[in-house]
């Protein structure tokens, strides 16, 4: 029998995962939440062994036209291969050199099959992953502090070793270990070009984004200059501090074949602290004077300053805890989200301490959905509940784009809007429910919607609704819904006839119509 309402495991599940599976609540009431929260704050180092497996049998086609030798470039020949996702191990002096041969000696296809790899891999993780939490977290990371694939080719191409080797391993680690590895990323500093900072021109831009969006938050701007008796350490930022943060940050940098203090640079692509462009006039930072410090001494103190600010920790718990509960969390969970954050600024495994204390310091996490899912954790949550195997494919490139949400497509800085608004418009349903519709006939998604269907679940229309609308929400949809859905399998061409006449395929076929129905319907997109 279906449930009246989602359960406690279900509920708290769908906030914080991709997706809450029929047997991950069975888990979760097994073990217990406590448990399983313990368990998803302590994954290994890298992917489990099952998703490892997974990702290093994933190949996808590539196909493009070669382009002639002439007197002005070598050209490249025709390409038709099933490959390896092999860019994502890739290092970045690999990547930085082949973005630069594009339409030269390579061709601009194998520049777009990083961020294809890249995309597929996610969608990947996102569905099978057994430590949802993290995924969850790198996600939400790679939000925060986003890098929008349009605005340079470098900085696309560096997006692999930007997910996995700077959000990845610190998605639950130390916000200040974070923001240094984000800072010192060829991606960001291509993307907000402090890569070309120099003595005479700081990057004031790059600056103030490390501030407004990165850490303290625009709420903590007070203006051109402090106001009379403020302590601008304590109360927040100002122009000046901009200023001052961007001299401290000149000369963090990139190889890029500019002037060194031993001559030219390579073009690696890799990060160095480059004293020929680093201005060395900081000056006071909210109040701190960095002139007493020298050479990249000055960055990294300012970016001390920023994360230990408890203005950082306001803002960014507040993303969070919006991220998990919706547009107004509950004051409750704020406040121990802050605390554990600045309680902990100095322990390697400061996030993971500041969501433990979200999801385990009250019952706040158990209450009834409160979040609209947007429509990439919509695509998501649809493979997992409905338990879809996912290929590589360029499906994952392209869905969601069109909304701007899917795997770094939101152009700006600030990264895309979370709130509830942003994702309850007209077009943007019947965006998704096209795409539902569309998603099982793909062909790296396989479905076994119909082995998957238990006998009992087929003795009548409103059986085989309820089991799945059991296993895909948890609880009956609206009277209306649930009628709606009754109709159409009971209907001559629907999945219950199906059953009693059709063979195999027309049965999945007819599931895979209810599936996508059910994951249209506004109960489906609450978590």
């Known amino acids: 029998m279906t449930p009246s309402a989602p359960g406690f495991e279900r509920r708290a599940l769908n906030r914080v995962t991709f997706g809450a599976r029929s047997e991950d609540v069975e888990h979760v009431k097994h073990i217990g939440w406590t448990a399983w929260v313990d368990e998803q704050l302590n994954p290994p180092v890298g992917d489990d062994p099952a998703l490892a497996a997974r990702l290093q049998a994933q190949t996808m086609r590539l196909k493009y036209l070669g382009q002639a030798q002439t007197d002005d470039m070598p050209g490249w020949p025709d390409m038709d291969q099933v490959r390896p996702l092999r860019y994502l191990t890739a290092d970045v002096p690999t990547l930085w050199d082949m973005t630069r041969k594009v339409q030269?000696?390579?061709?601009?296809?194998?520049?777009?099959?990083?961020?294809?790899?890249?995309?597929?891999?996610?969608w990947i993780r996102n569905t099978h992953s057994i430590f949802q939490i993290r995924e969850f977290m790198v996600d939400f990371w790679n939000n925060h502090f986003n890098i929008g694939q349009q605005a340079d080719s470098f900085a696309a191409a560096a997006l692999p070793d930007f997910d996995q080797n700077v959000i990845r391993p610190r998605a639950l680690g130390n916000f200040r270990d974070l923001l240094g590895a984000v800072a010192t990323s060829p991606a960001m500093l291509r993307y907000l070009n402090n890569a070309a900072s120099t003595a005479a021109h700081p990057n004031e831009n790059y600056a103030r984004e490390i501030l407004e969006l990165h850490t303290l938050g625009r709420s903590?701007?007070?203006?051109?200059?402090?106001?009379?008796?403020?302590?601008?350490?304590?109360?927040?930022?100002?122009?000046?501090?901009?200023?001052?943060?961007?001299?401290?940050?000149?000369?963090?940098?990139?190889?890029?074949?500019?002037?060194?203090?031993?001559?030219?640079?390579?073009?690696?692509?890799?990060?160095?602290?480059?004293?020929?462009?680093?201005?060395?006039?900081?000056?006071?930072?909210?109040?701190?004077?960095?002139?007493?410090?020298?050479?990249?001494?000055?960055?990294?103190?300012?970016?001390?300053?920023?994360?230990?600010?408890?203005?950082?920790?306001?803002?960014?718990?507040?993303?969070?805890?919006?991220?998990i509960f919706g547009d107004s969390p509950p004051a409750t969970v704020l406040d121990r989200a802050k605390t554990a954050w600045l309680n902990n600024r100095k322990q390697p495994d400061q996030i993971k301490r500041v969501v433990e204390a979200i999801l385990l310091g009250g019952d706040e996490i158990g209450g009834l959905p409160s979040k609209v899912r947007r429509p990439y954790e919509r695509i998501i949550a649809f493979f997992r509940t409905t338990n879809m195997e996912i290929s590589a494919s360029e499906t994952a490139y392209t869905a969601g784009r069109p909304l701007g949400d899917g795997i770094y497509v939101w152009p700006t800085p600030e990264g895309r809007p979370d709130t509830d608004a942003q994702w309850i418009s007209v077009p943007v349903n019947f965006f998704i429910w096209n795409m539902l519709l569309l998603l099982p006939f793909q062909p790296a998604i396989h479905t076994s919607l119909a082995t998957d269907t238990p006998t009992s679940a087929t003795s009548s229309a409103e059986a085989l609704v309820g089991y799945w609308v059991a296993r895909m929400v948890g609880s009956p949809l609206r009277a209306e819904g649930m009628a709606a859905l009754i109709g159409d399998v009971a209907a001559p061409g629907g999945a219950l006839a199906a059953f009693k006449i059709g063979g195999i395929t027309d049965i999945e076929i007819a599931l895979r119509r209810l599936v996508s129905l059910i994951g249209a319907s506004p109960e489906f997109a609450m978590r």
């Open 104 to 122: 030269y000696s390579v061709a601009s296809e194998e520049l777009a099959r990083i961020g294809q790899e890249l995309k597929a891999t996610t």
């Open 220 to 323: 903590a701007y007070l203006g051109i200059s402090a106001p009379a008796g403020s302590d601008s350490q304590d109360a927040g930022f100002t122009d000046q501090d901009v200023i001052a943060l961007s001299h401290a940050l000149s000369g963090w940098t990139l190889e890029q074949g500019q002037d060194g203090p031993g001559g030219a640079l390579p073009f690696t692509g890799r990060f160095l602290f480059n004293p020929v462009q680093h201005s060395g006039r900081a000056g006071k930072l909210m109040g701190t004077d960095l002139s007493a410090l020298t050479g990249a001494q000055q960055g990294q103190r300012a970016l001390d300053m920023a994360a230990d600010h408890p203005a950082t920790a306001a803002f960014v718990c507040t993303k969070l805890c919006r991220r």
